[in-house]
């Protein structure tokens, strides 16, 4: 019998030598996620023996300085700690190259630092480049590559050039569709690799092993025995970091559900791919995105959106100011650092249940979770006169934190009458495992020094989800009648409209 996951643990691709190059590797990101997750790749022994890395930002610096700033921020972020000797053999190979993304002569003189490095290899050398800017530079960065032919290897042995684009990508179909056109006229879709980093997390991967690795999910795992799916991301942060500025253009809607969450909810909701390679996954997830049931009216959009901003409250024992007076926001700002939305997936399989999602800023606490609730069975048996059994079935798969999966089933209470409590089977990677999940930049660095793009966006999806969005944006900003705007106070759940958009369904948020 053929079985897909054969092939991945026989022959997925093993991560080849390269140079990484890294665009804004002065900023944030780069400092924070990237050097950590190729920091923990080395103290792991899977960093590919002769990865070197270049930062490419506007400032001054030398080699040295740019590693001095990398080594404090990885002292206070790296999972598995620092270890100065394995930081001294990692930082051997990263050095600076100061250069303005605008500036043609800085990718020229970049290409002859990369020769350089390949002739100490002794040849010819594949080439990784990240782009970690402000999206305002992507297309520059993508044409002054191709400009100074790094776009390319024509060498005939074997080296690759690829290209890992950031989020967001575009703000709305026509900007993604522009940057697609960019990309693909730049690099071969084949060496790009649009990074959403959900997908590069172990629970999000275990969505299809849950699924398709376990014979007992795939039988119940539609409208006949589902009732309805839950997919939430709860922050406990605001603007820190001085994000107020990006955020505000953005909102909760084009930031996390455009693309982490429709990302989960594919995974959750595809068919099953004829096998795994990054086509035949991402052929089953676009066909998800198709078929979103599209709210292109504002009326449907009011029905089935909620979009709230929060106000002054308390989150973890803290004063937090409200959304509006938070820095670098407009103070009469219209958008949402909260949503919550009802999507129907119109397929055989999905017809009728309903996929509720919502993502706030300053909720009680972090977590994302995708909660499977199963339907009631019948009451033939356990009648009112027994009290009822107390809920269906509910499998929660935790993406974060706490990783694992639980499941929620009904169990008699021992003793002589029958009387029934709900208790919960959980398993936690930590324990199961006996240790911490890598974090997803190690996972997607890896994959694309492999090849492998399966946990990267691939063009139609990334337009799919636009169409999507764009419609309720639209309704949102674009409509004599603006649509309400709703409050809720921040360390709370969100707004009391999102818990009406599930009563008016007869059901309810869970609590996390
Ligand atoms: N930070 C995060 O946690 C996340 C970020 N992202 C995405 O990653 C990307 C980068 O974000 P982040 O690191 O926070 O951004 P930052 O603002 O912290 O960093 C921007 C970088 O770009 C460089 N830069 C800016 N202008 C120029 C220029 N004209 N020429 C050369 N270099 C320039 C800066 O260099 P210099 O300092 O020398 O001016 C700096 O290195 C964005 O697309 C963001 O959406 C995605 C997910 C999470
Ligand atoms: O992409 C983004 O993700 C983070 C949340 O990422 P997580 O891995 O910490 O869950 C979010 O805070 C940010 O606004 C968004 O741009």
Avoid at 268 to 284: H, Y
Wanted: glycine fraction near 8%; charge should be negative; hydrophobic fraction near 35%.
């Amino acid at each position: 019998m053929k079985n897909p996951f054969r092939k991945d643990l026989v022959s997925r691709s093993r991560p080849e030598p390269c140079t990484v190059v890294i665009f804004g590797a002065t900023g944030d990101l780069t400092h924070r996620k990237l050097v950590p997750a190729l920091y923990n790749l080395q103290v792991e022994g899977a960093l590919p023996a002769g990865v070197k890395m270049i930062g490419f930002a506007r400032r001054e610096k030398s080699d040295e300085e740019f590693r001095q700033g990398l080594e404090k921020l990885n002292k206070k972020v790296s999972r598995s700690g620092h270890d100065e000797a394995i930081w001294a053999e990692f930082a051997q190979n990263v050095h600076y190259h100061q250069s303005e993304f605008l500036d043609l002569d800085g990718y020229r003189r970049l290409s002859e630092t990369l020769d350089a490095i390949d002739r100490e290899r002794g040849g010819h050398g594949s080439r990784l480049f990240y782009i970690a800017s402000s999206p305002s530079f992507f297309d520059d960065i993508l044409e002054n590559l191709k400009q100074a032919g790094l776009n390319q290897c024509n060498c005939g042995e074997g080296c690759w050039a690829r290209v890992i684009v950031e989020k967001p990508f575009g703000t709305d179909l026509p900007t993604a569709q522009h940057l697609n056109r960019v990309v693909n006229r730049t690099f071969e879709e084949k060496d790009t690799y649009r990074i959403d980093h959900y997908l590069g997390k172990e629970t999000a991967q275990n969505i299809m092993v849950l699924r398709f690795a376990n014979a007992i999910f795939e039988p119940l795992w539609n409208n006949r025995s589902i009732d309805h799916i839950q997919i939430t991301c709860s922050e406990n942060l605001g603007m820190e970091g001085g994000r107020g500025g990006y955020y505000d253009k953005a909102g909760a809607l084009r930031d996390m559900v455009q693309n982490h969450l429709l990302q989960l909810l594919s995974l959750v909701a595809m068919e099953p791919p004829t096998d795994l390679s990054a086509d035949g996954v991402r052929d089953e997830k676009v066909k998800v995105l198709r078929s979103l049931r599209q709210w292109d009216t504002p009326e449907l959009v009011e029905q089935n959106v909620v979009r709230a901003q929060y106000v002054a409250g308390h989150v973890d024992g803290e004063n937090v100011v409200g959304y509006r007076e938070e820095d670098r926001v407009d103070p009469e700002s219209m958008t949402e650092s909260y949503v919550a939305l009802k999507i129907l997936v119109d397929t055989w399989r999905w017809s009728g249940v309903p996929f509720y999602v919502r993502m706030g800023k300053q909720l009680p606490k972090k977590a994302t979770e995708i909660s499977i609730h199963f339907k009631e069975p019948p009451t033939v048996l356990f009648n009112a006169l027994s009290g009822g059994v107390p809920g269906g079935n509910v499998l929660v798969i935790r993406i974060q934190p706490d990783e694992g999966i639980s499941l929620r089933m009904v169990s008699k209470i021992p003793g002589s009458s029958l009387r029934m409590e709900p208790v919960k089977m959980d398993f936690h990677y930590s324990t199961s495992f006996g240790k911490g999940s890598p974090e997803a930049y190690e996972r997607l660095l890896l994959d694309s020094m492999a090849g492998d793009a399966t946990l990267f966006a691939r063009r139609d999806e990334v337009e799919e989800a636009w169409k999507f969005i764009d419609h309720i944006e639209r309704a949102w900003h674009e409509v004599k009648r603006p649509l309400k705007m709703s409050e809720y106070v921040a360390g709370t759940w969100g707004p009391k409209d999102a818990d009406d958009l599930l009563a008016r369904d007869g059901r309810k948020w869970r609590r996390l």
